[in-house]
């Protein structure tokens, strides 16, 4: 399980405002599974890309969507 967190692509870094529960949360989950914050974020946002499709543009290109991990 802990493989699929794993950040496997090419990265970036961005800069976000999220809520002050939302990062004391996060940070707990690391802590507790010694996962990196960024492991966790990324696979939330895989998730909820995944079960958002309807936010992306129709024209959206299929060679940049998100690639689920194998």
Request: aromatic share 0%; proline share 0%.
């Given at each position: 399980m802990r493989d699929d967190y794993k950040i496997l692509g090419p990265i970036e870094k961005i800069q976000l405002?999220?809520?002050s529960e939302v990062v004391?949360?996060?940070?707990?989950?690391?802590?507790n599974t010694q996962?990196?914050?960024s492991?966790?974020?990324?696979?939330?946002f895989k998730r909820f890309i995944t079960s958002h499709k309807d936010f992306l543009p129709a024209d959206y290109s299929k060679s940049?969507?998100?690639?689920?991990p194998a």
């Open positions: 405002e999220v809520e004391a949360a996060l940070q707990a989950m690391s802590v996962l990196t914050a492991e966790i974020a990324n696979t939330a940049l969507r998100i690639k689920k």
